[in-house]
Every structure is written in structure tokens, then in C-alpha cells.
């Protein structure tokens, strides 16, 4: 239940973080109060992750995953641009988190 939780955060966080985008600075209404109640819930659901797992392994799945998808979403559906260093720089934050599992995620 503890990865569900997570995943949950971590969704949470990229809805608002495509929200923040679309927020304008926060000028447009709709999209800045989504980015309110999506980092809220994430927040919230990243709190109860961390009651069953530790701090940096929860954090650096949730930043890396965060960091990753939006990253792939930035390029693919918000015209920003694609190289070969942000390809390499996400797999390395896949890669980063990845090893912080293996090595002591539970």
C-alpha cells in the first residue's frame, strides 16, 4: 500500500506542476487553484508514504519520478525542446533512484 500511496503523490505532483504551467504565474483561476489542490494532495499522500518508508527513498522516488515525467511531457506534448542531454540527464535520475532502492528501500 506504501508504493500505491506514493504513486499517488507522485501523480499528484505532475497534475500540478502541468497546472502551475498552464497557471500562467498564477494570473489564470482555474489552473493555479488545480496546482493548489494538487500539491496538497501530494504533499499530503508523500506525509502518509513516509509514516512506512524512509525519507530519502520516498523523496528521491517521488522528486526523480516527478522529474522524469514531466520532463518526457514537457517534450512531448508542451513543444519544449528534446537533446540528447535531457534524455541523458533523466536517465540518470531513473538511474539515481533506482540505486537508492535497490539499496534500501525496505
Not at 497557471?23 to 496538497?40: E, H, I
Not at 514531466?70 to 533523466?90: D, P, R, Y
Request: proline share 1%; charged share 10%.
Amino acid at each position: 500500500m506504501t508504493y500505491v500511496t506514493l504513486a499517488a503523490a507522485i501523480a499528484f505532483e505532475i497534475v500540478g506542476t502541468v497546472l502551475m504551467r498552464q497557471s500562467d504565474g498564477f494570473a489564470k483561476l482555474w489552473p493555479s487553484l488545480g496546482t493548489l489542490v494538487c500539491y496538497l494532495l501530494a504533499f499530503t499522500l508523500l506525509a502518509q508514504t513516509l509514516k512506512s518508508m524512509e525519507v530519502g527513498t520516498a523523496y528521491a522516488i517521488w522528486s526523480g519520478a516527478g522529474t522524469a515525467v514531466v520532463a518526457a511531457i514537457g517534450m512531448v506534448f508542451l513543444n519544449e525542446t528534446a537533446s540528447l542531454a535531457k534524455f541523458l540527464g533523466v536517465a540518470l535520475v531513473i538511474a539515481g533512484v533506482t540505486v537508492l532502492n535497490l539499496g534500501g528501500a525496505h
